[in-house]
Antibody, heavy 123, light 108 residues
Framework: QITLEESGPRLVTPTQTVTLTCTFS??????????VGWIRQPPGKALELLAL???????HFSPSLNNRLSITKDTSRNQVVLTVTDMDPVDTAIYYC???????????????WGQGTLVTVSS | EIVMTQSPVTLSVSPGERATLSCRAS??????LAWYQHKPGQTPRLLIY???IRATGIPARFSGSGSGTEFTLTISSLQSEDFAVYYC??????????FGGGTTVEIK
């Protein structure tokens, strides 16, 4: 059974850096073709892909936030960490992590998601 | 960036009726399109990929169709558990994946 769970601060102040952790089970980021993505949804707005990291170390960042994002994987702990710098109230959103495959049936789709964590940016 | 537009924003349907949801891409995504269901308090669930293939465990009342820029998700006979928000997502130019704004299917 594959599960993912997001954790991190619920409230951050503007200009702060936020670190979000995705802890997963039921799969390994050492398995060929496996990846984890971070997606967010601001209140009343669409889902937005932020970043991807794959088993082979490949990383992708949203072009609109590229210089504010970093993503790392810790295969021994089954965790993926997303860091977002210079947070602004417009970054208030539910942040999800999700499992994704690079190849095979259902490639490039998010098969399993965490419940999401609401991050509010306010002074 | 390929923009995905879903319509309608809200769809009011009675249980047992058919629901038809639309997703339009700003340029062709061939058949590289997925649909998700999201219910309050639950994690989003992958329903359909490659425009028309049901994901594992998805009931046959869910079907997807379309290619190019126009796609449809049909729920043949709405059950109480189907009232939710539905999103489309293209993956035609991975890794630039984008989602639609969602359609809320509510009880009429």
């Amino acid at each position: 059974q594959i599960t993912l769970e997001e954790s991190g601060p619920r409230l951050v102040t503007p200009t702060q850096t936020v670190t979000l952790t995705c802890t997963f089970s039921g799969f390994s980021l050492t398995t060929s073709g496996v990846g984890v993505g971070w997606i967010r949804q601001p209140p009343g707005k669409a889902l937005e892909l932020l970043a991807l990291v794959y088993w082979n170390g490949y990383k992708h960042f949203s072009p609109s936030l590229n210089n504010r994002l970093s993503i790392t994987k810790d295969t021994s702990r089954n965790q993926v960490v997303l860091t977002v710098t210079d947070m602004d109230p417009v970054d208030t959103a539910i942040y999800y992590c999700a499992h994704i495959l690079y190849s095979g049936s259902g490639r490039h789709c998010f098969h399993y998601w965490g419940q999401g964590t609401l991050v509010t940016v306010s002074s | 960036e390929i923009v995905m537009t879903q319509s309608p924003v809200t769809l009011s349907v009675s249980p047992g009726e058919r629901a038809t949801l639309s997703c339009r891409a700003s340029q062709s995504v061939t058949n590289n399109l997925a649909w998700y269901q999201h219910k309050p308090g639950q994690t989003p669930r992958l329903l359909i990929y490659d425009a028309s293939i049901r994901a594992t465990g998805i009931p046959a009342r869910f079907s997807g169709s379309g290619s190019g820029t126009e796609f449809t998700l049909t729920i043949s006979s709405l059950q109480s558990e189907d009232f939710a928000v539905y999103y489309c997502q293209h993956y035609n130019n991975w890794p630039l994946l984008t989602f639609g704004g969602g359609t809320t299917v509510e009880i009429k």
